[in-house]
T-cell receptor, first 112, second 116 residues
Framework: KQEVTQIPAALSVPEGENLVLNCSFT??????LQWFRQDPGKGLTSLLL?????REQTSGRLNASLDKSSGRSTLYIAASQPGDSATYLC???????????FGGGTRLMVKP | DGGITQSPKYLFRKEGQNVTLSCEQN?????MYWYRQDPGQGLRLIYY???????QKGDIAEGYSVSREKKESFPLTVTSAQKNPTAFYLC???????????????FGQGTRLTVV
């Protein structure tokens, strides 16, 4: 059974820092990996989707990489801002089936 | 605007009562999902449906039921058999076909259910 782990569980940084969030998965037979953002009491907002054939995707200050063979993905946030404060979740989709398996999330706090 | 709408935003259930959470999407997505989120925990899959009139149990289906009579709608009923229903419930959908480029998942804004 696929297991997805996110480390660290919580992170607090000063504004302006570049930071990396980690996501690891046990079964490398994935179709794609998706990063989400969740604000308190809200639903999930899709940030980036990486297909299994891709190595990275970029959107503004966000860059997500995928190393399928080692079962890892990283989300890089450049020049962090207080508005980036939220919980970030990664999820993987298998080749067989349409279900997403989620990590536990990383709760990020960016201090002004 | 295209998207997923969940209602109500807040729901209160008395002991022994069944309640139904609504989820509607206008994205023309085939697949729809229900997840449960507890404080400080990740998302756990309750039920999912890949096509109209078909659905499968997820990891924590006991005490829940669903229907998929229309492509746009995937309501979730929390029955009295669910002993600990207080949680945040999230509905999602994704595009047609496993091998379509349009497999990005989108989520609604959630329903917070509280037992009173």
């Amino acid at each position: 059974k696929q297991e997805v782990t996110q480390i660290p569980a919580a992170l607090s940084v000063p504004e302006g820092e570049n930071l990396v969030l980690n996501c690891s998965f046990t079964d490398s037979a994935i179709y794609n990996l998706q990063w989400f953002r969740q604000d308190p009491g809200k639903g999930l907002t899709s940030l980036l989707l990486i297909q299994s054939s891709q190595r990275e995707q970029t959107s503004g200050r966000l860059n997500a990489s995928l190393d399928k063979s080692s079962g890892r993905s990283t989300l890089y946030i450049a020049a962090s801002q207080p508005g980036d404060s939220a919980t970030y979740l990664c999820a993987v989709r298998p080749w067989a089936g349409n279900m997403l398996t989620f990590g536990g999330g990383t709760r990020l706090m960016v201090k002004p | 605007d295209g998207g997923i709408t969940q209602s109500p935003k807040y729901l209160f259930r008395k002991e022994g009562q069944n309640v139904t959470l609504s989820c509607e999407q206008n994205l023309n997505h085939d697949a729809m999902y229900w997840y449960r989120q507890d404080p400080g925990q990740g998302l756990r899959l309750i039920y999912y449906s890949q096509i109209v009139n078909d659905f499968q149990k997820g990891d924590i289906a006991e005490g829940y039921s669903v229907s998929r009579e229309k492509k746009e709608s995937f309501p979730l009923t929390v029955t009295s058999a669910q002993k600990n229903p207080t949680a945040f419930y999230l509905c999602a959908s994704s595009g047609p076909g496993q091998h379509s480029v349009n497999t990005e998942a989108f989520f609604g804004q959630g329903t917070r259910l509280t037992v009173v």
